[in-house]
């Protein structure tokens, strides 16, 4: 099936400096969620993004989708404490099955 | 308060037992999903299942069995046939089968080997 390969694998930042994790594939994907995973938590989905192009915003996240719609990110302005997690992106097929990267682990030192 | 509920939290198997982990949701979602999930790893799907009654193996169904019998529950056997069977397991749920469906995950169940 379609695989997602996420980098980096950990970011380690100071408080508020930026933060980006990067999603990749070989193929063209119909759409790409990202999910936030809190230390000792349950993935929680944050957003999907189906266009060419699209980019979208939720307060200090960006989240974009490759032109070519084979690649997304993540950005993080201005980090807090309260943004340490596991990042994943993942690609939901119309079978049903979503399928995850191995994710992005952020520490924000205070 | 609607979700979906994981038990037990914690859960420790001997060597050659099989063990059950419980999946409930009352979201009145259609489908339902295991994953699996080792230290700095992504997840990885064992079984999902669209429709009561009827389910697909997963990447790594191997060593694992489930059942659909009621919309709600989708509990996950791990047989002994399952050799490293300590991980953290989350189940979740998706309202359709269709594209562009967000999961909805339970709390999890950390099963260990004693």
């Known amino acids: 099936g379609q695989q997602v390969m996420q980098i980096p694998q950990y970011q380690h930042v100071q408080e508020g400096e930026d933060f980006t994790t990067y999603c990749n594939s070989s193929?063209?994907?119909?759409?790409i969620q990202w999910y936030k995973q809190r230390p000792g938590g349950h993935p929680v989905f944050l957003i999907q993004?189906?266009?060419?192009?699209e980019v979208k915003k939720q307060k200090r996240l960006t989240f974009q989708f490759g032109e070519a719609k084979k690649n997304s990110s993540l950005h993080i302005t201005a980090t807090q404490t309260t943004d340490v997690g596991t990042y994943f992106c993942?690609?939901?097929?119309?079978?049903?099955?979503?399928?995850f990267g191995d994710g992005t682990t952020l520490t924000v030192k205070p | 308060d609607g979700g979906i509920t994981q038990s037990p939290k914690y859960l420790f198997r001997k060597e050659g037992q099989n063990v059950t982990l419980s999946c409930e949701q009352n979201?009145?979602?259609?489908?339902m999903y295991w994953y699996r999930q080792d230290p700095g790893q992504g997840l990885r799907l064992i079984y999902y299942?669209?429709?009561?009654?009827?389910?697909q193996k997963g990447d790594i169904a191997e060593g694992y069995s489930v059942s659909r019998e009621k919309k709600e529950s989708f509990p996950l056997t791990v047989t002994s046939a399952q050799k490293n069977p300590t991980a953290f397991y989350l189940c979740?749920?998706?309202?359709?089968?269709?594209?562009?469906?967000?999961?909805?995950f339970g709390s999890g169940t950390q099963l260990s080997v004693l």
């Open positions: 993942a690609h939901n097929t119309n079978a049903g099955k979503s399928t």
């Open positions: 979201l009145n979602h259609d489908a």
């Open positions: 299942s669209q429709i009561v009654n009827d389910f």
């Open positions: 193929t063209t994907l119909s759409n």
């Open positions: 979740a749920s998706s309202p359709g089968q269709g594209l562009n469906e967000k999961l909805f």
């Open positions: 993004l189906v266009k060419s192009g």
